[in-house]
């Protein structure tokens, strides 16, 4: 199972859908034409009817479930391959964007991240290794700050040194995603300081009015594509909630590559 930090939405309760299909199939009105020739008995004979189908056979409902689940399901990859096909462009050409890997690379790894996120910090190594490996990966950064203030400070700082130095980016980007303990002002200008950055003209640049669009951009994507926790990658027109193995990575890498 995938593991990540959810933002504000929650996952559908099996029990409101089983709700919503016994409305559909036991309290849904009879069609008009049929209610106006048929008794009050007549009705109530028929809803006793559905009623004991049911109670005998708890299958339909399960497998009604399932059914809609899996229809949900299809419905939401078709909108978030319309929706990744149509925001190409802002995936690829966003100079406030941080990229690692090679920045010609014919295939695209996007990732939702939070520096603060646990299992963000446990898949850096299967990012690290996968663009190691194979040089045709462009690796595309979404910062996504949802667990807090904290988390703001951080991306802030991350794009800051992007924008006006970003050739110490990555360094800073595994420093700080690679280390433990909370996050701070004085420790991302300590980790700022091995950079050999100047940290008085860092924190200059953290008030950049560009880094307030971009973060807002970025939590307008996140939600058009129905993103609401970290990490989250998008590897061909394929959506990945979730932290993934380094197996699982070259798997769909190889997919994207083939298509």
């Given at each position: 199972m995938p593991m990540y930090h959810r933002h504000t939405r929650s996952l559908k309760n099996i029990c409101a859908v089983s709700a919503l299909t016994l409305s559909l199939l036991w309290a849904a009105p009879l069609p008009a034409w049929a209610a106006e020739h048929m008794s009050e008995e007549e009705k109530q004979a028929i809803e006793n009817l559905v009623r004991d189908y049911l109670m005998a056979n708890p299958d339909v409902i399960l497998e009604s479930v399932r059914l809609y689940r899996e229809q949900e399901a299809v419905a939401e990859q078709?909108?978030?391959?319309?929706?990744?096909?149509?925001?190409?462009?802002?995936?690829?050409?966003?100079?406030?964007?941080?990229?690692?890997?090679?920045?010609?690379?014919?295939?695209?790894?996007?990732?939702?991240?939070?520096?603060?996120?646990?299992?963000?910090?446990k898949v850096l190594s299967v990012v690290k290794e996968m663009i190691s490996t194979n040089q045709n990966i462009r690796l595309v950064f979404m910062e996504f700050p949802i667990l807090g203030e904290e988390s703001?400070?951080?991306?802030?700082?991350s794009l800051a040194i992007w924008i006006n130095w970003p050739?110490?980016?990555?360094?800073?980007?595994?420093?700080?995603?690679?280390?433990?303990?909370?996050?701070?002002?004085?420790?991302?200008?300590?980790?700022?300081?091995?950079?050999?950055?100047?940290?008085?003209?860092?924190?200059?640049?953290?008030?950049d009015p560009r880094i307030n669009e971009a973060l807002g951009d970025n939590q307008d994507l996140a939600e058009s594509l129905g993103i609401s926790g970290t990490p989250a990658f998008i590897i061909g027109d394929q959506l990945i909630p979730g932290a993934i193995d380094i197996s699982t990575m070259r798997e769909l890498v190889e997919k994207a590559a083939a298509s």
């Open positions: 078709e909108r978030v391959s319309a929706t990744l096909a149509s925001l190409g462009d802002i995936l690829a050409d966003d100079p406030i964007t941080p990229i690692m890997g090679n920045p010609d690379g014919a295939i695209t790894i996007v990732e939702f991240f939070d520096y603060q996120c646990g299992y963000c910090k703001v400070l951080a991306s802030r700082a050739d110490r980016y990555e360094a800073f980007h595994n420093a700080l995603m690679g280390g433990r303990g909370a996050i701070s002002q004085s420790r991302i200008m300590e980790i700022a300081a091995t950079l050999d950055l100047d940290t008085n003209q860092l924190a200059e640049a953290m008030n």
